[in-house]
């Protein structure tokens, strides 16, 4: 059930936000897509996965006893946060991909706290460090739609919240070791996230046509 809503979610987004109102005598035209939006498209898909992968693969290490590689593996998740900051430079600058790399940056350090919070059983710190992501989400939202009016707050935020919900799954089932529940929430998180980096890329194709 929970995936059938996600597709319905995502593709609600997408014609909301990135074709926009269909009227009853709208029509589809076809285009050819140039080279470089399909490197903006390929490229945005490949650091997302980056993305979901090495935070999967840090609950693994932060969740594993006599895991010795989680600081190596934290170097690399954040790596990841600088290289996302880094694409989006070529089209909206130094200042802005330097922001987005704060602030994903800060997502991953309050989602560090809350693998932590979450092994020690501490209910109250997991919940209270819940609100602070849900906080960051929600300016990563602002801060996309506004370098990008294409993207939509509500639309966005539904996007960041669910890529939210799925990482929390992911280390719900790997504490309690439900080992077929934490393939389901990987899987999801990996379709999730592709459908986003693709409503990211379309939207700044949309916005900067003559760049693409």
């Not at 609950?59 to 989006?88: C, F, P, Y």
């Not at 990563?140 to 960041?160: Q, S």
């Not at 799925?166 to 929430?185: G, T």
Request: net charge negative.
């Amino acid at each position: 059930m929970k995936r059938l809503l996600l597709i319905g979610m995502i593709l609600c987004f997408q014609l909301n936000v990135l074709v926009g109102p269909i009227g009853a005598h709208a029509q589809i035209e076809e285009q050819c897509i140039s080279q470089s939006q399909v490197k903006i498209e390929n490229e945005f898909r490949r650091l997302w996965i980056d993305h979901v992968l090495w935070t999967s693969n840090y609950i693994t290490s932060a969740t594993t006893s006599g895991a010795e590689d989680q600081k190596q593996v934290l170097a690399r998740l954040m790596k990841n946060q600088v290289d996302i900051g880094n694409a989006i430079k070529p089209v909206y600058g130094e200042k802005f991909g330097n922001k987005l790399r704060a602030l994903l940056e800060e997502h991953i350090v309050i989602a560090g706290k809350i693998v932590d919070a979450a092994k020690s059983q501490n209910e109250d710190m997991v919940n209270q460090l819940n609100k602070e992501w849900y906080r960051n989400a929600d300016d990563i939202a602002v801060f996309l739609n506004g370098i990008n009016p294409n993207l939509k707050m509500e639309g966005l935020k539904e996007l960041l919240y669910m890529h939210l919900e799925l990482v929390a799954n992911d280390l719900s089932a790997s504490l309690s070791k439900e080992w077929d529940a934490r393939i389901d929430a990987i899987d999801d998180g990996l379709t999730h996230i592709i459908l986003m980096a693709d409503a990211i890329s379309a939207s700044v194709v949309k916005q900067f046509p003559e760049k693409f």
